[in-house]
């Protein structure tokens, strides 16, 4: 009897340490291919933050903990296009672009071109599906360090596979959400050197 009780309570905590939802999902892989980088021949130190920050995207969203915590993200996201978490994970770790996606999966592909605009509250904007460029104000991006444009690169390649928000308000939406979430796995990477 007391065999059988210690026996049903190490299945219940092995049963505990699996239920993480991330568990049942395989885990992807992408690689970060940036395309063209324009405009900054005048901002040198802009374009080196943002090579900087390329293998830093690539190490976050190919982490666990990057697949764990875009599963396990409470509460669910807003502007999902129908989608669980999980979807939400596997559909961004296609690699698959609104735009000529499919020849490209397992890829973070876009082009870069600055502009500047000092009026403009607007950090950066894309428009998805008709082309892969990421317009990024230089405002912004002059103060911005490699966990920033780590961050905001990745909102706005979400917005390249078809992930829209309302507004800057729409916290949880995907962009905004997942963004979040690599900033501050970009911070905790940059600061221990590795993820789990
Ligand atoms: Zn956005």
Same mark, same amino acid.
């Given at each position: 009897?007391?065999?059988?009780?210690?026996?049903?309570?190490?299945?219940?905590?092995?049963? +505990?340490?699996? *239920?993480?939802?991330?568990?049942?999902? *395989?885990?992807?892989?992408?690689?970060?291919?940036?395309?063209? @980088?324009?405009?900054?021949?005048?901002?040198? /130190?802009?374009? +080196?933050?943002i090579?900087?920050a390329?293998?830093?995207?690539? *190490?976050?969203?190919?982490?666990?903990?990057? %697949?764990? !915590?875009?599963?396990?993200?409470?509460? +669910?996201?807003? /502007?999902? !296009?129908?989608?669980?978490?999980?979807? @939400?994970?596997?559909?961004?770790?296609?690699? %698959?672009?609104?735009?000529?996606?499919?020849?490209?999966?397992?890829?973070?592909?876009?082009?870069?071109?600055?502009? /500047?605009?000092?009026?403009?509250? @607007?950090i950066a904007?894309?428009?998805?599906?008709?082309?892969?460029?990421i317009?990024v104000n230089?405002?912004f991006y002059?103060?911005f $360090?490699?966990i920033d444009i780590a961050a905001n690169l990745t909102h706005e390649w979400?917005?390249?596979?078809?992930?829209?928000?309302?507004? +800057?308000? $729409? !916290?949880? /939406?995907?962009?905004? *959400?997942?963004g979040?979430?690599v900033e501050?796995?970009?911070?905790?990477? @940059? %600061?221990?050197?590795?993820? $789990?």
């Amino acid at each position: 009897m007391f065999k059988g009780i210690l026996l049903l309570s190490l299945c219940l905590i092995s049963l +505990a340490a699996s *239920a993480h939802p991330a568990d049942k999902v *395989a885990t992807g892989h992408l690689k970060v291919v940036p395309g063209e @980088v324009y405009g900054f021949k005048k901002y040198p /130190s802009e374009l +080196a933050m943002i090579q900087k920050a390329i293998p830093i995207m690539e *190490a976050v969203v190919n982490s666990e903990e990057f %697949k764990q !915590r875009v599963i396990g993200r409470q509460p +669910a996201y807003t /502007s999902n !296009r129908g989608m669980t978490n999980s979807q @939400v994970y596997t559909y961004l770790m296609q690699g %698959k672009e609104l735009l000529n996606g499919n020849n490209t999966l397992g890829e973070m592909n876009f082009n870069v071109e600055r502009y /500047s605009r000092w009026w403009s509250k @607007v950090i950066a904007y894309t428009s998805p599906g008709q082309h892969d460029w990421i317009m990024v104000n230089g405002k912004f991006y002059s103060k911005f $360090d490699q966990i920033d444009i780590a961050a905001n690169l990745t909102h706005e390649w979400i917005h390249l596979t078809g992930f829209l928000h309302d507004s +800057a308000s $729409d !916290r949880d /939406s995907v962009p905004y *959400a997942v963004g979040d979430i690599v900033e501050e796995l970009s911070r905790k990477f @940059v %600061k221990q050197g590795f993820l $789990d």
